[in-house]
């Protein structure tokens, strides 16, 4: 890819911290996309190893923005703020795109104007060797807010949306350090269908140590989740029965792995809360 394309159709933020390990190959899998008006805006959100050298090297072909370390959830708003099309793609740092996943992609929304937003299939590598995601994590397509109710079934790296939505959705959601992918497809698909690409044009690794998918104790931060969506408005009585339902479930487990630790304070909180929901 060139130099950054002044009036780019599709944006792609790749947010970063520490992962300089990584991020040469993830950089280089979005510069050799064959789609022409795609600029790349990378945010370094604080790193402190040899990210700034490896961004340095791109030149003109990467638009870079630094922060102070404020989470992903901002990293990735910052570059949605920064994009000058009306099509956003995200990477994390770690992912890589296969050979013509935007122009797959781009051909979808061309073929479905009314869509909004659509990720593609995935391969899955674990450790450096390839596996296969388990039953529960196959990807629907369409109507996916129920099936995404117990865990996150869409994933950034995967993901083109238009723009405007994102606007609609206001962004990720910066008060929550893990599951803000969770939290936002959550929000957009209880209005919208999220529409799947049947072709494997991501390659998602994972296994190594700094992924916050690994931390401990994640279910708060989705019945976090579960119960702003509650507190608002625009469910159906059948997408409010299946979100009460989940919240009831998530804190049930949570605050018995609380009482397990000997944490009855915060288990009292969870069982609270799930009471709130009948």
Not at 145 to 163: G, Q, W
Not at 245 to 274: D, F, Q, S, V
Request: aromatic residues 6%; hydrophobic residues 35%; positive net charge.
């Amino acid at each position: 890819m060139p130099a950054i394309d002044s009036h780019p159709a599709v944006t792609a933020v790749i947010p970063t911290y520490n992962r300089g390990w990584a991020l040469a190959e993830a950089v280089d899998s979005v510069l050799g996309q064959d789609y022409p008006a795609l600029e790349l805006i990378v945010v370094d959100d604080g790193s402190t190893d040899d990210t700034p050298a490896t961004l340095e090297r791109y030149g003109e072909r990467v638009r870079v923005i630094r922060q102070e370390n404020r989470g992903v959830s901002a990293a990735r708003n910052r570059g949605i703020r920064a994009a000058r099309s009306a099509y956003i793609a995200f990477l994390d740092s770690d992912d890589l795109w296969r050979p013509g996943k935007i122009s797959a992609q781009m051909a979808f929304f061309k073929s479905c104007p009314g869509a909004r937003i659509c990720q593609t299939e995935e391969i899955w590598i674990r450790r450096g060797r390839r596996v296969n995601p388990k039953r529960r994590h196959k990807k629907p397509s369409g109507d996916i807010f129920t099936a995404s109710l117990a865990l996150c079934l869409v994933s950034p790296s995967a993901v083109m949306m238009r723009r405007e939505l994102l606007e609609e959705m206001g962004g990720f959601d910066e008060s929550l350090p893990a599951c803000e992918d969770y939290d936002l497809w959550l929000r957009v698909s209880l209005r919208y269908p999220i529409h799947l690409i049947d072709d494997a044009l991501v390659v998602k690794r994972g296994g190594h140590g700094d992924q916050l998918s690994g931390t401990a104790g994640l279910d708060r931060y989705r019945i976090q989740s579960l119960d702003k969506i509650l507190g608002g408005e625009g469910l159906t009585p059948s997408q409010a029965r299946a979100a009460k339902a989940m919240l009831r479930e998530k804190c049930r487990i949570y605050a018995a792995g609380c009482r397990k630790r000997g944490k009855i304070e915060m288990a009292e909180t969870y069982e609270t809360l799930a009471g709130k929901y009948p």
